[in-house]
């Protein structure tokens, strides 16, 4: 039921494939990312919880898409409720996961796709130093019993673990 604040809302949700979303959705998606943090020690979202409150306040984690990661990267994820947007959560997220995945001896590129249009997350980029790589076309995504979604054009962003360990430094 918490997660519903997330998957609802169309403004937060504006720049997903999946768009608002229902209850059945919402259920089979935490199994999905039951399933995946079962799989691999690296991956998967959590739930991000206010300490104050017990309240959530989104979801984020580490994914490693087949089709946009190599074996040695990492793509974060975060999406917060509305009510937690201005408040630096999306900065501290991001910058816990790449922390996270540089720990991993394996990982040594962190990716960002984000949508040119999404200029809260390109913020959070931005407040990260996180170099911009290249622009990708817009792009037609098939997702399971849904129709075709058309998504983009995007910003490839990336980390490297020694541009990361020298604005850490």
Same mark, same amino acid.
């Given at each position: 039921?918490?997660?519903?604040?997330?998957?609802?809302?169309?403004?937060?949700?504006?720049?997903?494939?999946?768009?608002?979303?229902?209850?059945?959705?919402?259920?089979?998606?935490?199994?999905?990312?039951?399933?995946?943090?079962?799989?691999?020690?690296?991956?998967?979202?959590?739930?991000?919880?206010?300490?104050?409150?017990?309240?959530?306040?989104?979801?984020?984690?580490?994914?490693?898409?087949?089709?946009?990661?190599?074996?040695?990267?990492?793509? &974060?994820? +975060?999406?917060?409720? #509305?009510?937690?947007?201005? @408040?630096? *959560? $999306?900065?501290?997220?991001?910058?816990?996961? &790449?922390? +996270?995945?540089?720990? #991993?001896?394996?990982?040594? @590129?962190? *990716? $960002?796709?984000?949508?040119?249009?999404?200029?809260?997350?390109?913020?959070?980029?931005?407040?990260?130093?996180?170099?911009?790589?290249?622009?990708?076309?817009?792009?037609?995504?098939?997702?399971?019993?849904?129709?075709?979604?058309?998504?983009?054009?995007?910003?490839?962003?990336?980390?490297?673990?020694?541009?990361?360990?020298?604005?850490?430094?």
């Amino acid at each position: 039921p918490a997660l519903r604040a997330v998957f609802r809302d169309p403004e937060v949700n504006q720049f997903s494939a999946h768009g608002v979303q229902n209850d059945d959705f919402i259920s089979s998606w935490i199994d999905k990312q039951h399933a995946m943090s079962a799989a691999s020690e690296s991956f998967g979202r959590l739930a991000i919880i206010e300490k104050a409150t017990d309240d959530l306040c989104g979801y984020a984690g580490l994914m490693q898409y087949p089709d946009r990661c190599a074996p040695q990267e990492f793509e &974060i994820s +975060y999406r917060l409720v #509305r009510k937690q947007w201005g @408040r630096g *959560l $999306a900065t501290e997220c991001a910058r816990l996961q &790449i922390d +996270y995945g540089f720990s #991993r001896p394996e990982h040594e @590129r962190a *990716l $960002a796709y984000i949508e040119i249009e999404n200029w809260r997350s390109l913020k959070v980029i931005e407040r990260l130093n996180m170099p911009f790589e290249r622009e990708l076309p817009e792009q037609i995504v098939e997702l399971e019993n849904e129709p075709p979604t058309h998504i983009g054009p995007k910003k490839l962003i990336v980390f490297t673990r020694a541009q990361w360990e020298g604005e850490r430094a």
